[in-house]
């Protein structure tokens, strides 16, 4: 089982669409999360933290269950320039820290 | 303020070959990753450096790989001699220490012939 686990899709939504999407992770020592945005044939760059109460951003909403280790990210009102690769990271301490990606979810708005 | 710098952006070189990679992290950041990125997968560390040491190499294969960090700036990657399966974007980041937000280079395509 991978440390990170997410659905590759692709998602394929219409504009103005609420798309949701969904990643766990295996170890419970896990201490913060990330998602990142990466679009085709470039670097990731942060979308946000997310953090254990909850937190949104304009349109992306991120939520963390510890209990049942996942986190989602949530993205209302879907925009043409919202597709991109979602990966999600998770720093664990395991013995020293470490970031882990998963392989990402290909999200695609369409007209 | 310039942001992770990574050169050079592609790199075409024949099997057996020798090639590297250089990359400057954000000023101030003591915290320094080299990730590869196989298509339609998420970036896996290679290294991590804590100013000039390597604190986590556990993923470098050293059979062909190695990275050094001497000053705690800057920093190489070297993989000698190439193989195909070496083809892969190398992404470089850099953070404010272990738990610091990681900012990305735009990374070395490299292709391996």
């Known amino acids: 089982r991978k440390e990170v686990e997410q659905d590759p899709g692709p998602f394929n939504v219409p504009e103005g669409a609420t798309v949701a999407f969904n990643c766990t992770y295996s170890n419970s020592a896990s201490q913060s999360f990330f998602w990142y945005r990466q679009d085709c044939r470039k670097e990731p760059k942060l979308l946000m933290s997310v953090y254990s109460s909850g937190n949104e951003d304009g349109r992306f909403t991120a939520q963390l269950n510890r209990a049942s280790q996942y986190i989602s990210l949530l993205i209302r009102d879907s925009k043409l320039s919202d597709s991109a690769t979602y990966l999600c990271?998770?720093?664990?301490?395991?013995?020293?820290?470490?970031?882990?990606f998963g392989t990402g979810t290909r999200l695609k708005v369409l007209a | 303020e310039a942001g992770v710098v990574q050169s050079p952006r592609y790199k075409i070189i024949e099997k057996k070959q020798p090639v590297a990679f250089w990359c400057n992290p954000i000023?101030?950041?003591?915290?320094l990753y080299w990730y590869l990125q196989n298509l339609g997968q998420g970036p896996e560390l290679l290294i991590r450096?804590?100013?000039?040491?390597?604190?986590?190499d556990s993923q470098l294969p050293k059979d062909r790989f190695s990275a050094e960090r001497l000053k705690g700036v800057d920093s190489t990657l070297k993989i000698q001699p190439a193989e195909l399966g070496d083809s892969a974007v190398y992404l470089c980041?850099?953070?404010?220490?272990?738990?610091?937000?990681?900012?990305f280079g735009a990374g070395t395509r490299l292709s391996v012939l």
């Open positions: 980041a850099s953070s404010l220490g272990a738990v610091g937000i990681q900012y």
């Open positions: 000023s101030g950041h003591n915290t």
């Open positions: 450096y804590e100013n000039e040491e390597a604190v986590d």
């Open positions: 990271v998770v720093n664990t301490r395991a013995g020293t820290y470490k970031y882990i």
